[in-house]
Structures are given as structure tokens and as C-alpha cells.
T-cell receptor, first 110, second 116 residues
Framework: SQELEQSPQSLIVQEGKNLTINCTSS?????LYWYKQKYGEGLIFLMM?????EEKSHEKITAKLDEKKQQSSLHITASQPSHAGIYLC??????????FGTGTRLQVFP | DAGVIQSPRHEVTEMGQEVTLRCKPI?????LFWYRQTMMRGLELLIY????????DSGMPEDRFSAKMPNASFSTLKIQPSEPRDSAVYFC??????????????FGSGTRLTVV
């Protein structure tokens, strides 16, 4: 969706390294969702952010939503091969309607 | 709960044939979404329902696509006639509005459609 831009499109990192994925909107977000998709499978919900400045963590994954609620970042600390997959940000641009960004493909090599 | 159940998991059909994809949402969820995922276009929202009523079908690509939700536990996405460019993975997702902040939208495993 052109309304949500993700960067980078792909990422290859060595195991143990930290990484950050960004999600940007030109419009104010009602809610920002982060999902992970393993190749050939469905989407797994990671976390959802609603308030400006909000930050949530799940295991080694931390997501933040900026004060203006137009940008979010997903940070993985000490990456592992199990973190590999496609990370998608989704947002309620208009209430109830969840659209997704283009995704970031993450590969983690030993 | 078994989660969102989609069938079939894989479908191969010939161009011009009718295709019906099925979805059983999680019991108690009041929203149901149909998405299509391709390498070129990513994950696109096709249509969504609230309490079985279609709210927004602006993402449905053409009149060849139609979706119904006759009751709270079942929805279909139909393509008639199918074309090779419809080949994609189709996902169904459901949610309960007041739980979405904690549990998000739950996705099914998808139906991989190939039109030859």
C-alpha cells in the first residue's frame, strides 16, 4: 500500500546483530500493528501500538510509535535465525480498515 | 479455539472456471477481512465485514470478485471467471474490535490459488 511505506525492503544480518525496521505513513494512524510472516504461512501478531510515544516489547523485539503517530520502528536485539521472515506493519488509517505496508524480508545467517 | 480456518489450502484451476474460497472466523469475532498477497503488490485488503455486513469493498479488483458472509461463522470469496492474474495467496482474518489492541487481527493459513 502506498499509504504505508516500510524500509528497508530486505535485510540480511549476521546472528547476534541488532536491526531496525521502519514503517512510515503520511497520515495519522489510529493503531499500528506489527506482524511476522514465515515463508508460505499466515501472519502472526506481534504487537499493537495506539498512543503517541508508546513502546512495547515482546521477547527481544521492541516497537515504538512516534509522538505524531505517523512512524513506527521495530527493533530486534541480538537477532537469531528464528527471527527470519517477513515483517509487516499494518495500520488503521481509517478506523476499522487495516491496511499493510510492503513488508521487510529479514534473513539471519549464522 | 482452532483459529481462523480457511479452505482449501491449495487450489489449482483452469482459466475461466469459478473458484470459491471459504473462511470460518473465530467464534465471537465481529470483523472479517479478505486479503490477497502477491510478490508484486504485497498484502492487499479486498473487502471487510462488520457483524456480517460488508463495510468496504473498494479493494475488490473487478466484478469477477464477490464476497458474502451469510452468518457470523462463515464467509466466501468467489472469483468467476478466474484468470491467471488472480493467482495469489488469499488470506482471511477476523477480529473482535475491543480485543484488537491485545490480540490483533487473527489470520488464517491462507489459500494458495493458481489459475492456469
Amino acid at each position: 500500500s502506498q499509504e504505508l511505506e516500510q524500509s528497508p525492503q530486505s535485510l540480511i544480518v549476521q546472528e547476534g546483530k541488532n536491526l531496525t525496521i521502519n514503517c512510515t505513513s503520511s497520515k495519522t494512524l489510529y493503531g499500528l500493528y506489527w506482524y511476522k510472516q514465515k515463508y508460505g504461512e499466515g501472519l502472526i501478531f506481534l504487537m499493537m501500538l495506539q498512543k503517541g510515544g508508546e513502546e512495547k516489547s515482546h521477547e527481544k523485539i521492541t516497537a515504538k510509535l512516534d509522538e505524531k503517530k505517523q512512524q513506527s520502528s521495530l527493533h530486534i536485539t541480538a537477532s537469531q535465525p528464528s527471527h527470519a521472515g517477513i515483517y509487516l506493519c499494518g495500520a488503521d488509517i481509517i478506523t476499522d480498515k487495516l491496511i499493510f505496508g510492503t513488508g521487510t524480508r529479514l534473513q539471519v545467517f549464522p | 479455539d482452532a483459529g481462523v480456518i480457511q479452505s482449501p489450502r491449495h487450489e489449482v484451476t483452469e482459466m475461466g472456471q469459478e473458484v470459491t474460497l471459504r473462511c470460518k472466523p473465530i467464534s465471537g469475532h465481529d470483523y472479517l477481512f479478505w486479503y490477497r498477497q502477491t510478490m508484486m503488490r504485497g498484502l492487499e485488503l479486498l473487502i471487510y465485514f462488520n457483524n456480517n455486513v460488508p463495510i468496504d469493498d473498494s479493494g475488490m479488483p473487478e466484478d469477477r470478485f464477490s464476497a458474502k458472509m451469510p452468518n457470523a461463522s462463515f464467509s466466501t470469496l468467489k472469483i468467476q471467471p478466474s484468470e491467471p492474474r488472480d493467482s495469489a495467496v488469499y488470506f482471511c482474518a477476523s477480529s473482535f474490535y475491543w480485543d484488537s489492541a491485545n490480540y490483533g487481527y487473527t489470520f488464517g493459513s491462507g489459500t494458495r490459488l493458481t489459475v492456469v
